[in-house]
């Protein structure tokens, strides 16, 4: 028999926080007839918050009369007694009946997450909902005990047969993963899965995982003797793609640029399709010329767009034979080197089991090796190290896998193809580190180029912390030990740096308590010449003793036969992170930053300063071709802002018009009675409030605060359940992914909360999508480290630097709505402002000008949008 159980608590700590529900099933293991129930609600002693009234159902009344946990416990262990437990994401549950007395470390766990990540590996969200949902199992009212504990039975039933309908050669390899563990849970799984004594031993499991390998041939060059049409001809070709004359005319003059060698800045609005009209060109312009042309793009997502959508259609329809490739960091390839010599050489524990099985599933079917194909939990990042190709041995020719290497293919293709597609956060790194050959770019296209500074300043940023000394540190001690190798003399030094680097950490964190004087989990501070002045040289002096014992440490590991290049590139990036962190004369070179969260601890960074000088020096002056590219970089058709801070002083400007008629396709409504921004939450809440209760879906409300998004869905969530419909809040409802699923597939009944980083990284279709509320304009926080450094390089930072920012920002929010001339959009604009501020009507030019504009008290607004529903 087994026990399926679930809990709801009053909140995240199993110390702090109490039980309000649970719920026990006891079912067969074999037919899982359901044998024994028992399900209560109890009382917590305290109030419930209100997040949690919102997010259970359960509510303080409810509980009132219910049974305290300590007069029902005897009865829960008596249920449970030393039968196997089924939860989902097991371990918050466990530990907080263990934290209450009931001890139940020594039965056996059984987790539908755990099993979910092997079989699912490619789904998008692993949430109980999400899962139920695919698998088609009924789940009524999430977050309900009971309802969550029938629907977890059914889940492992459904994961069980999944599992069992795996092919028996990947059923054999997964055999071997779970035979490396000793853990007694994942014994019990191995006996329930495989039901076989038979396990593979090492050689037998790797011969049949190469094997299993997808055989992906290696491109050839393209044939050098193709007639090659004038650029009409080829988009009369293109039959699937909307006709619109803009995009040709740019395509146009990308392409006569291409041969005039010249730099460009093009604003390219939503409509004209600017992917197309630059890929065309840049394919052309390559096969002329045999010269690589390489596409960068904002995020890893957009670049698989372009190189499975884009590129794929647009060789299906021209008939061109030409090679592209997509190039990612080092470390998103999969190393079969590192994978093969973990799984040999370690023992795994509960958790690495999950996350190995489902690599060891999924090396059986890609293609690029990549490994962000997969989904994994928060948990799971910190394995990736032991996978990826970070390192120097995977590309050495003394790596027995050396051929079969996806990072090897990929090196390869880059040398035989004509467009490469990058990423931006790649682009502006530190590419010696990685791929060479960027080093030799001459011809390069940056489309969202509006989101340079942003990304670059990320991408450039060095980070120190104590928990990557230890997990660093932590790997070396274990090979040693595997291995038999005496690391006295490592741990005698580790012993010394860890103490004085925790002193140091508590220094820093001492100085952002002082600075910030707040009790948020996340908190950050710019790092000031106060700080240096408060030191005394035994703080220095520490640090010199710091860098002596990391630099010995280096090179003892360096003396192994052991490959630990990532260690030792880490350690030494360390040291030079510090020296720059800690010197008192570099503050006019970058913006150093301390920074806290309770999963991290202290973390140290720096980033460069005058990014806008960096890439001067380091990009546009080096390029032969290079186009930057964007719908959102002029402001009122005026290039001023983005030729002055991205120092584009050599490059031309050209700008073009949309397609679209936004005098019928989009309204902008701005209430005038709501007061003002700065204090009328209450306000800005009845408005949404009444405006839901108009149109009841197909609404998103963007904010510039997680703090908004909760307090709305607070208020607002059990009315908007009234009306048969839900909110998919930001960091409630659940991941980006199963918010946009779950929109996607419900925006009849669902209003999206969600800051602009969300918003950003999505692409929602006009349908689902329909109306637009907007809080606030977006500005940068005024307290955010980088903003205060950068600010102090203009004379007005506010009117020079942070108002235009927040225009370009608001303008992109904007135009990623309207996709095809069919589509139609009402946007609300609540920020007073944009209309009682002199600098605030200055915001109306991140519109269109063409847009029908109305400023109107909020009541006629809501009587306008209902008869245009």
Known sequence: MIVALDLETTWLSKEKDFIIEIALIKFDEKTFEILDEYTTLINPWVSIPDLNINITGITNEMVLNAPFFADIKEKIKEFIWDFPILWHNTYFDRDFLIEKWVKIENNIVIDTFFLANIVSFKSRSMSLESLTSYYWIELNWAHRAYNDTKSTVLLYKKLLEELKNIDTESLDLLNFVFSKSVDKNIKYLQNNIFQTEKVLNFEEFELLHLNKLKKTPFYINPSNNQKLDNLKQYFEKLNDFEERKN?????????????????????????????????????????????????????????????????????????????????????????????????????????????????????????????????????????????????????????????????????????????????????????????AVFWSIENLVIDEAHSIEDIATESLKKS??????????????????????????????????????????????????????????????????????????????????????????????????????????????????????????????????????????????????????????????????CFLLSATLSIANDFSYIKKSLHLENFQFVQYETDFDYSKQAILYIPNDLWSIKNNFSKVQEFIKQFITKVAWNTMVLFTSLAAVRNVYINLNFYV??????????????????????????????????????????????????????????????????YLSRSKLFLNPFSDYSVPKSILKLKQWFWRLIRTKNDTWIVVFLDDRIYSTDWGKSFIRAFPNDIKLSILKSADILSLIETKK
Not at 269 to 277: N, Q
Not at 577 to 584: G, V
Not at 750 to 773: A, H, M, N, Q, R
């Open 464 to 625: 120190f912390s104590l928990k990557l000394i230890e997990e660093s540190l932590g790997y070396v001690d274990l090979i040693f030990k595997n291995n038999f190798i005496d690391n006295s003399e490592i741990n005698s030094k580790k012993e010394y740096l860890l103490s004085t680097l925790k002193m140091f950490m508590d220094v820093f964190y001492t100085y952002l308590k002082a600075k910030t004087n707040n009790e948020n989990y996340i908190i950050n501070t710019l790092i000031d010449n106060d700080f240096y002045n408060r030191q005394d040289d035994f703080f220095y002096k520490s640090w010199e003793k710091v860098k002596e014992l990391l630099s010995e440490i280096i090179d003892i590991i360096n003396k192994t036969n052991f490959d630990f290049s990532k260690e030792i590139n880490l350690l030494t990036s360390i040291i030079d992170t510090m020296d720059k962190i800690l010197s008192k004369t570099n503050d006019d070179e970058y913006i150093k930053i301390a920074y806290y969260s309770e999963y991290e601890g202290v973390k140290l960074e720096y980033t460069i300063l005058d990014i806008w000088e960096y890439l001067r020096i380091n990009f546009w002056d080096y390029l032969t071709n």
């Open 721 to 786: 359940k009234s009306l048969w419909s839900k909110i998919l809040a930001q960091s409630i409802f659940g991941s980006k992914n199963k918010i946009l699923d779950t929109f996607l597939q419900e925006h009849d009944k669902s209003i999206v909360l969600w800051t602009d980083s969300f918003w950003e990284w999505v692409d929602i279709p006009w349908e689902p999508l329909k109306y637009l509320i907007i809080h606030k304009m977006p500005f940068a926080v005024p307290t955010d480290p980088i």
């Open 247 to 435: 995009q040709f005319d740019m395509s146009q003059y990308i392409l006569d640029s291409f041969f005039s060698t010249k730099k460009w800045v093009v604003e390219a609005p939503t409509g004209i399709w600017k992917t197309i009209a630059y890929l065309i060109p840049s394919i052309l312009y390559s096969l002329q010329t045999w010269k690589k042309v390489f596409i960068s793009t904002k995020t890893k997502i957009l670049q698989d767009q372009i190189f499975f959508n884009d590129l794929s259609k647009v060789k299906k329809a021209l008939g061109l034979d030409f090679n592209y490739t997509k190039i990612k960091w080092k470390k998103n390839y999969v190393s079969l080197k590192s994978y093969f010599d973990y799984i040999k050489n370690f023992d795994i524990d509960y958790e690495k089991v999950s996350f190995l099985s489902k690599i060891c599933l999924w090396l059986c079917e890609t293609e690029f090796g990549e490994l962000d194909e997969i989904n994994f939990s928060s948990n799971e990042y910190k394995f990736l190290k032991y996978v990826n190709s970070d390192n120097n041995e995977t590309l050495s020719e003394k790596n027995i896998y050396y051929k079969n290497e996806f990072l090897y293919r990929q090196k390869i293709n880059l040398e035989m193809s004509n467009i490469v597609v990058v990423n931006h956060s790649l682009l502006f790194s530190d590419l010696k580190n990685d791929f």
